[in-house]
């Protein structure tokens, strides 16, 4: 997976590569004329991510890794007026379905190994809305970010502690394990996202993860618009078009059979960035913080030190307010741009979005999901990202660094 020199082409952070069966499976789908939104790829690429993901659970494919977050809030019961734990470090289709529902998201920051759910912030969370609402939140959302596994042990200790479901968004941990068993398969439910950006793609497209059949049905019965057995048209309850169609569920099917060497490649990729960094005092990538954890590295990411220099910095006002990367980020994000590598700043926190300026939020004396963002940057790591295109990046970080 070698491509082509980086010196020829722009370098991106994570682009989608065909395995080379896709098109099989599409053709198929036409020459059947399995066109209509549901058919046997749908069926085979659930049944491909289920054996994927152990055997043990039930995946329903659908439409975005937001609509099976949303899927599973409902599945959880949220409704009008729920609070709901959410990682306030995270994109924001973590969040957002929380608000679909008319439920409140209460925002926790993050712990410094894995940069995920605080289990000591959720615990105080959860306290604080029991003791001031006379009831526990609804559902925790922990998410894996970047692929790293969340500290699944103690959140699930907690969330146990007090009766409340979790919902796994694992949109880009697709291979991530934590204790040997794949994300996505330690709560109530599990979310996955085959945007055409994460480890496999169907263009466009996620999964839920369910803990059993009858759990599928329940969440297909949404997923279908909540049509009712009968021979017309009959709603009893607020169904979603949520189904993914049968001719991407086929690009699905092709990438799967390349998903382990998709995993293994970003691994590698990983690997090589923390091997090639490793003489800038700067600059830290972020790695597994525990033998228990093994992230799939979707994208690799790096924090840069504040007292670090990059060739270029020009004075300015970028940074001194928490909303915003510092100068240092910034400059090296130009100096990459101008090599032709594409980078991006790590997520902007919820809590500092001005769509959710005034929620609950949870954070220690240290806001590290803050701290994160201001000094963060993600580098390409993509299964068309090269060795070369490796070397290439890390001397063009070398080579901005002033020592």
């Known amino acids: 997976m070698d491509g082509i020199s980086s010196k020829k082409k722009r370098i991106y952070l994570c682009l989608a590569h065909p395995g080379g069966k896709e098109q099989d499976y599409i053709r198929k789908a036409f020459e059947d004329d399995w066109i209509a939104p549901l058919g046997p790829n749908v069926d085979g690429f659930e049944e491909d991510l289920k054996q994927f993901l152990g055997g043990e659970q039930e995946v329903l494919a659908v439409s975005s890794g937001t609509a099976a977050v949303h899927l599973g809030l409902v599945g959880c019961g949220v409704g009008p007026g729920d609070e709901v734990i959410a990682q306030t470090f995270t994109f924001c289709a973590s969040v957002n379905p929380i608000v679909y ?11 410094k190994d894995t940069w995920n759910m605080d289990p000591e912030l ?31 042990d103690r959140i699930l200790e907690i969330a146990n502690k007090y009766g409340i479901p979790v919902i796994e968004d694992s949109a880009e941990a697709l291979g991530s394990r934590f204790d040997g068993k794949a994300l996505g398969t330690f709560g109530r439910f599990g979310v996955l996202s085959f945007n055409g950006n994460k480890m496999i793609t169907t263009s466009g497209g996620g999964a839920l993860i369910c803990p059993d059949p009858e759990t599928k049905a329940k969440m297909l019965h949404y997923a279908t618009q909540a049509r009712e057995p009968f021979p017309y048209y009959q709603h009893e309850n607020l169904g979603y078009n949520y189904r993914l169609s049968n001719v991407c569920a086929g690009i699905g099917r092709g990438q799967m059979l390349v998903a382990d060497e998709h995993i293994q490649h970003h691994r590698k990729v990983a690997k090589m960035y923390a091997n090639l960094l490793k003489d800038i005092p700067g600059i830290q990538v972020h790695g597994n913080p525990s033998p228990r954890i093994e992230s799939n590295f979707w994208l690799s990411t790096i924090v840069l030190n504040p007292d670090l220099r990059v060739r270029g910095q020009e004075a300015s006002s970028i940074g001194e307010s928490s909303c915003e990367p510092n100068p240092n980020v910034m400059a090296l994000i130009r100096v990459l741009d101008r090599a032709g590598i594409e980078t991006r700043p790590l997520w902007k926190p919820m809590h500092k979005q001005p769509l959710y300026q005034g929620v609950l939020y949870f954070c220690g004396s240290d806001p590290v999901s803050e701290d994160l963002f201001r000094a963060g940057l993600c580098i390409p790591s993509g299964p068309r990202v090269s060795k070369e295109d490796i070397r290439y990046i890390c001397e063009r970080i070398h080579e901005s660094i002033e020592v």
């Not at 609804?138 to 699944?152: F, R």
Request: aromatic residues 4%; glycine residues 8%; hydrophobic residues 45%.
């Open 122 to 152: 959720l615990e105080e969370a959860i306290k604080d809305r029991i003791a001031k609402t006379g009831r526990a939140p609804k559902a925790i959302v922990p998410v894996s970010l970047y692929g790293m596994p969340y500290k699944v």
């Open 101 to 111: 529902l008319g439920a409140k998201p209460i925002l926790v920051d993050s712990e």
